[in-house]
């Protein structure tokens, strides 16, 4: 099997349109790269104004600029900071209710890997896994719903990990967190539903991001192994992901609350190694 990058892949067509997202105030962590970039697009695509938060300001200001010129029509924000931080993520929600007026959607997908045998794994490494990855979804899930339950609604979509529901190894940070960010988005979802908040998670399987294809050509990551353990017999592009999180945003999953939809093709489904 011949290894390809994301170049060689041919995206499927996951344009959707969800009209009633157009105007839509939505916020996204981690919207420099990756997920959350393709996310930023689609919603973008679909009308909506977003505010984009990533700790990389000179990515983060160049996605704006991009976003600007391909959708004139939209508004836009960039605020740089940590997700670690709960002041900042106060001060970033707050500036965001300021210039739109209130936060609709938020898309909780700023995280990071951690893949260290255990017997190896520092406490620093630990501490990291559990800050961003859990720590910094919580923070930013508490000051988005303090601002959706006060005016009626919204829309939380946090992302998970197939490794939040499927163990692997060498992963104990990663999957721990993940695990725990799949239950904490039940408990926020029966907390604040009866307010007209909606909580999901998303969890990806393997998605081929930059990221990935430089690790491919490091050599840390085998790109044959993974798609040939994968039914679908290759790797998610981020649109696909990001087309997930439109359909929970949009009013065709108004009924669905407190549950993480998996898109991993068929990798957690398949028991056989």
Excluded at 61 to 78: C, F, K, S, Y
Aim: charged share 15%; proline share 3%.
């Amino acid at each position: 099997m011949t290894q390809q990058t994301t170049a060689q892949v041919k995206v499927p067509n996951t344009a959707q349109r969800y009209p009633e997202l157009a105007g839509k105030t939505v916020f996204v962590t981690g919207a420099a790269s990756g997920i959350g970039l393709a996310m930023a697009k689609a919603f973008a695509a679909n009308g909506a104004h977003l505010a984009l938060f990533d700790i990389n300001a000179s990515a983060l200001e160049q996605v704006r600029g991009e976003l600007g010129e391909t959708h004139p029509g939209i508004q836009l924000e960039a605020i740089a900071g940590s997700i670690t931080d709960p002041q900042v993520v106060e001060d970033a929600m707050q500036r965001t209710v300021e210039s739109f007026g209130r936060i609709d959607v938020l898309l909780n997908n700023a995280g990071i890997a951690m893949n260290r045998p255990t017997l190896e794994l520092s406490a620093e490494d630990w501490r990291r896994a559990i800050d961003i990855n859990l720590n910094g979804v919580f923070y930013c899930a508490q000051a988005a719903g303090r601002r959706m339950v006060t005016q009626g609604g919204g829309v939380i979509l946090n992302t998970a990990s197939m490794y939040g529901l499927s163990a692997a190894p060498e992963r104990a940070a990663y999957c721990g967190s993940k695990a725990a960010v799949v239950m904490l988005t039940k408990v926020l979802a029966i907390e604040w539903a009866r307010a007209g908040v909606r909580v999901n998670a998303i969890a990806p399987g393997y998605v081929q991001t930059a990221l990935v294809d430089q690790l491919v050509r490091d050599g840390r990551m085998d790109l044959d192994a993974l798609t040939a353990r994968t039914p679908a017999g290759r790797l998610a592009q981020p649109e696909e992901i990001a087309g997930v999180a439109l359909f929970l945003a949009a009013d065709a999953a108004a009924f669905i609350n407190g549950q993480t939809l998996v898109a991993d093709g068929g990798w957690t489904a398949y028991g056989y190694i």
